[in-house]
């Protein structure tokens, strides 16, 4: 069922800019990407979504392609709290198929 | 604004008893999702209810597990005759539409001795 791919794991240095990839290349026009992000067992937070449109929160930004195969979540100034599991998940608007495929996400570590 | 909420947070049972998971949503939210997380695996949608409703039952094993959301109070998942391999984190979610956001709450850790 999975529909997207990211690296199994990525390190990024505190302060800096953390870019996690997400490729969703049989994406369909009515498909959404989320970003989730699973803190040590914690329940999966929320971070952010978008369709086509580059998007921004307090949070991250997520930069979607113009062919809307791959997006990227930007954390802009990573923090050691930051450490987690993305996930990258795409999603479709309809009735009664609104539960979300989380995949094995990407394991970022912040380094201080 | 309180959160989605889960209770127990950990729950101990032996082989053969049941277990009873609470799920209360978001205020103002009357979709609920239940996952489950194997030890080292990614979560695992389950069900998708409404109020009195289930709506998607696609991802319950077939036998010893269901789920309900009464009218009135939280969505509860049950699991009878709980076996050692029932032993994982159950997240539950809701959203105010269904095809809105899903938030999540901290999850109810069962281990079955």
Redesign the interface.
């Known amino acids: 069922d999975a529909k997207t791919t990211q690296p199994t794991s990525m390190d990024c240095a505190e302060g800096r800019a953390a870019n996690l990839p997400c490729n969703h290349s049989t994406i369909s026009g009515n498909e959404y990407v989320y970003w989730y992000r699973q803190i040590h067992s914690q329940g999966p937070q929320y971070i952010i979504h978008g369709l086509k449109n580059n998007e921004t929160n307090e949070m991250a930004s997520l930069i979607i392609t113009e062919d809307r195969k791959s997006s990227t979540l930007i954390l802009p100034h990573a923090t050691l709290r930051d450490t987690a599991v993305y996930y990258c998940i795409v999603r479709a608007y309809q009735t009664g198929a609104n539960n979300l495929f989380f995949g094995t996400g990407t394991r970022l570590t912040v380094i201080p | 604004n309180a959160g989605?909420m889960q209770n127990p947070r950990h729950l101990v049972r032996r082989r053969g008893q049941e277990a009873r998971l609470r799920c209360s949503p978001m205020k103002g939210h009357s979709?609920v999702?239940w996952?489950r997380?194997l030890p080292e695996e990614?979560?695992?949608?389950m069900v998708?209810l409404q109020k009195e409703n289930i709506?998607?039952e696609?991802?319950m094993p077939k036998e010893r597990f269901s789920a309900e959301f009464p009218k009135e109070g939280p969505s509860i998942l049950r699991i009878q005759q709980v076996v050692r391999g029932d032993s994982a984190?159950y997240?539950c979610?809701s959203?105010g539409e269904?095809?809105e956001?899903?938030?999540?709450?901290?999850?109810t850790r069962l281990l079955v001795l």
Request: proline letters at 4%; zero cysteines; aromatic letters at 30%.
């Open positions: 989605v979709h999702y996952y997380q990614g979560l695992k949608f998708y709506i998607d696609s991802g984190a997240f979610a959203s269904g095809f956001t899903q938030y999540f709450g901290p999850g």
